[in-house]
């Protein structure tokens, strides 16, 4: 079949294997180019097919040398339809891992659960022996308890009060404005229980019992801070909830690791496309003023560029550099007083008729499609492709 982008929302239905790939080439070569370091070389990451929990497996691969197990959960081909994008990112890691052995397994099904713990500890045990990092990289929408069964569901919404700002019909092209109703107790629960650190931390719990740590073993999550233009709908709502208890449960973790001389932090990420972000309401926006604002300072990165920094100036030193709240911040650029002040600037201006003006709306757009393989220089687009056959 001749595989192309159906986009419905912020889902793409549909993503290309040689497309993929090819993205994940890139990285490796990015990688192979700009990083080696020295750090742990056996790591486990929890989410480890898309986005930053991808980047940092591919970086820790060809920038340090690591043996990797990773953890996803991905939805397979058939010969109708294509599999997920961080199924085909999979397959593609594993081949280029193979082609450069390296050792890494990958694992897909709930990470939410008892089972794919056990399998994960298992996969340790046999190919790694023990993990001196796990990387905590997961982004769902769903979660459904491995103890009482219940399903929990998470919700991005203000607390308290509802939140109006402008808004962008990333398909049409449109600044409008958009108000959304403050979150439900059971919403910001709901949400809690999903994002939060009760998954991290029964992880941590299952592979220190199982004995699989090394000493003086590190664990870090991902969050997100963000400016104070999306702070109602993301730090004050109900994902900043979410991420309170991410950082409750690195204080938790540390205190149990203790008899290993472990720690735990988290890690915070710039505001970049994902299909995470790309739901939340007002940050599309942000992020497009963002990307114009960061290229044309010089101080734009991706997904790969971001770890890369985080391996260098992090993960390979022997302690590692975290703030007051116990966080290595890896979103200092995005953050700066002159990237936040020409953001406050066109974000005033912003409107539909100067869209162009003061954001990158076609790198918006190039950056979602290219998450699901499309878009990517070098790959023939109107070949007939197999879903189901070899990514290389």
Not at 130 to 150: F, K, L, N, W
Not at 188 to 196: D, F, K, L, S, Y
Not at 355 to 377: I, K, N, S, T
């Amino acid at each position: 079949m001749i595989i192309r982008p159906r986009v419905r929302g912020f889902i793409c239905t549909t993503a290309h294997p040689q497309g993929c790939a090819a993205n994940v080439a890139a990285q490796i070569e990015k990688v192979k180019t700009q990083l080696s370091v020295e750090m742990p070389k056996r790591m486990l990451i929890i989410g480890s097919s898309t986005g930053y929990g991808l980047s940092c497996r591919i970086a820790a691969t060809w920038g340090a040398g690591a043996a990797t197990v990773g953890v996803a959960y991905d939805k397979e081909p058939t010969a109708t339809r294509t599999g997920t994008a961080g199924w085909y990112n999979t397959q593609a890691f594993q081949a280029y891992a193979a082609r450069d052995g390296y050792t890494a397994v990958s694992l897909n099904g709930d990470a939410f659960s008892h089972g794919m713990k056990q399998e994960a500890i298992a996969a340790i045990r046999e190919h790694l022996g023990q993990v001196d990092c796990v990387v905590y990289s997961i982004a769902s929408p769903v979660r459904v308890d491995p103890d009482t069964g219940e399903r929990y569901h998470s919700v991005i919404k203000p607390i308290g009060a509802p939140f109006t700002n402008k808004n962008i019909d990333v398909d049409k092209a449109v600044v409008d404005q958009v108000t959304v109703e403050p979150a439900t107790p059971e919403e910001i629960e709901g949400t809690r229980a999903v994002m939060g650190g009760d998954d991290w931390i029964l992880w941590m719990d299952a592979l220190q019992t199982a004995g699989v740590l090394a000493p003086g073993v590190r664990t870090f999550a991902r969050s997100y801070l963000g400016p104070d233009l999306t702070e109602a709908i993301y730090t004050q709502g109900t994902i900043g909830r979410a991420k309170e208890d991410i950082e409750k449960a690195a204080r938790e973790i540390t205190r149990r690791l203790a008899p290993l001389g472990g720690v735990a932090f988290t890690v915070i990420n710039k505001a970049l496309v994902t299909q995470a972000s790309s739901a939340i309401p007002v940050v599309p926006l942000y992020i497009a003023i963002l990307y114009k604002t960061m290229k044309e300072l010089g101080c734009h990165e991706g997904c790969i560029e971001q770890e890369i920094r985080l391996l260098q100036n992090f993960l390979s030193k022997e302690t590692v550099p975290l703030d007051a709240q116990n966080r290595a911040r890896v979103d200092d650029w995005e953050l700066r007083e002159d990237v936040q002040a020409r953001v406050h600037e066109a974000w005033a201006r912003i409107d539909t008729d100067t869209l162009e003006q003061y954001a990158d709306l076609a790198g918006y757009r190039a950056d979602f499609l290219r998450l699901f393989g499309f878009g990517v220089p070098g790959v023939d687009y109107e070949a007939e492709c197999d879903p189901m056959g070899p990514v290389l």
